[in-house]
């Protein structure tokens, strides 16, 4: 049987930023994991992942948990420096 660690060792991904999504969407850290390395397969999901984060700050903020707020934002520094925003595409006329 795989524990969590294996399942974290195994990501792409930081533990912060599993620990993060497992939050988000209300599930284990096992399918976290699952769920963050597909968003990592586009740029759509990239964008997603951002937004998770960010969302999660914003309602620590709304809780007044500055300890939340602080360690979400180190969660963000790591999703921003190894999975960054995609360019946004420019159109032509």
């Known amino acids: 049987m795989l524990s969590q660690?294996?399942?974290v060792g195994c990501s792409s991904l930081h533990e912060c930023v599993i620990?993060?999504?497992?939050?988000?969407e209300h599930?284990?850290?096992?399918?976290a994991v699952v769920?963050?390395?597909?968003?990592?397969t586009s740029k759509e999901g990239i964008v997603c992942l951002h937004k998770m984060v960010l969302e999660d700050i914003e309602h620590a903020m709304q809780c007044q948990d500055r300890d939340r707020v602080h360690k979400l934002a180190k969660?963000?520094?790591?999703v921003?420096?190894?999975h960054p925003l995609p360019p946004t595409s420019q159109?032509?006329?």
């Open 19 to 24: 620990e993060a999504i497992a939050e988000h």
């Open 5 to 7: 660690t294996d399942f």
């Open 80 to 82: 921003s420096e190894k």
């Open 35 to 40: 769920i963050g390395e597909n968003l990592l």
């Open 75 to 78: 969660t963000y520094k790591v």
């Open 91 to 93: 159109r032509r006329h």
């Open 27 to 31: 599930v284990p850290m096992p399918v």
